[in-house]
């Protein structure tokens, strides 16, 4: 990520917003069930992200200092876990990095912790091809899978899209169970989608992978 990619969206986290409306676009629109305010929206941590998940089994993303809880219905698992099926066929063998599930907490950036559906993550670009341990390891997925769900909004998704490839995300895809295609984005504004019969690639994060997005959606 840039220094000035990293100090605006850093200066985004810390805001301090003049309205209920501000704060509200700011974290997406998101429904209000979804809004944790245990602790109150603005003075959250990655530590309470950790004691939702350990005490309450809460999944929860840290946005701009508000707990915003993940949610995913039994479709959207069933799809995460087949494209994890599908990526791992191809990663492990290579060694190539590690794929996360559902529930892979990333600090991707200051105070900003998200949670993609799926994620890999290269083991090139660290040191000694280790990635770094721990329950929210300050990392981004080189490539970020989000299955979208009904509760997601249009401007919540465009707030993740942002902050992925601020952090240095080089390919994210948004897969929607609904109309049964993938959305693939290779920065914010620049993206394909892709229809059953079309074939979902690794671009130049996962050289070779190549599988129909059918496949993706064979749940029947």
Not at 19 to 37: K, Q, S, Y
Not at 129 to 149: F, T
Request: aromatic share 8%; glycine share 6%; proline share 6%.
């Amino acid at each position: 990520m840039t220094q000035a990619a990293e100090h605006a969206v850093s200066a985004e986290s810390k805001a301090r917003f003049r309205t209920a409306v501000e704060w509200w676009d700011a974290l997406g629109n998101v429904p209000f069930g979804r809004i944790v305010f245990d602790p109150p929206p603005g003075t959250a941590t990655e530590a309470d992200v950790l004691r939702l998940n350990d005490k309450e089994d809460r999944l929860c993303e840290l946005v701009n200092g508000t707990l915003v809880e993940k949610t995913m219905g039994y479709d959207e698992s069933v799809i995460a876990a087949r494209i994890i099926y599908l990526l791992s066929a191809f990663v492990v063998p290579k060694r190539l990095g590690q794929i996360s599930a559902p529930d892979g907490m990333m600090q991707i950036l200051e105070h900003q912790v998200r949670i993609p559906d799926v994620a890999f993550v290269a083991l090139d670009r660290f040191p000694n091809r280790r990635i770094p341990k721990g329950p929210i390891p300050a990392i981004w997925p080189d490539l970020a899978v989000e299955v979208l769900s009904e509760s997601n909004t249009r401007r919540e998704m465009q707030i993740k899209l942002t902050e992925y490839f601020a952090a240095g995300t080089r390919l994210v895809w948004y897969v929607d169970p609904k109309t049964r295609t993938v959305e693939v984005y290779t920065s914010p504004e620049r993206m394909r989608r892709l229809g059953m019969d079309a074939t979902l690639d690794g671009g130049e994060v996962l050289l070779g992978f190549g599988v129909q997005v059918a496949e993706i959606f064979d749940i029947d």
